[in-house]
């Protein structure tokens, strides 16, 4: 896994911000933050998405997002919190070693996440399609 920046960072070939690090999980500044105190939590064995982690390191992984996040609120003096994984390029993945994102949020910070679809699908329709395949 050479060419994976997250790899990289892990083994420490390229420097970053880090705020946490434990034998499966290292914390650090994002480089290109969306906000103000937009950290990274990244499991340190290798795998392109959550999916495809072990378990144990999303569980692992998890675990430091729970206990960073609200210290991370604390700390920054934020509104809120965005807590997010982005899963394939069409999701906005674009380094492919699994990651959260934590998102410190301020009431003025200007950003919006989803808004209402144009067109809204017939829920009916779509929880009978979803209710045969889940
Ligand atoms: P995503 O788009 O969900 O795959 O998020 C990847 C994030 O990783 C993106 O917000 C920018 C950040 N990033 C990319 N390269 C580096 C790097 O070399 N160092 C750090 N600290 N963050 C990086």
Partial sequence: MFSCIFCRVVSGELPSYKLYEDDRVIAFLDIFPAVKGHILVVPKTHAENMFASDPEDIKA???VVLDLAPKLEKALGADGINITINKGEAAGQSVFHTHVHILPR????????????D?????????EELKQNL
């Fill in 106 to 117: 301020f009431k003025d910070d200007g950003k919006s996440l989803w808004g209402p679809m």
């Fill in 61 to 63: 992984t998890m675990k």
């Fill in 119 to 127: 067109s809204k699908p017939d829920l009916a329709e779509l929880y």
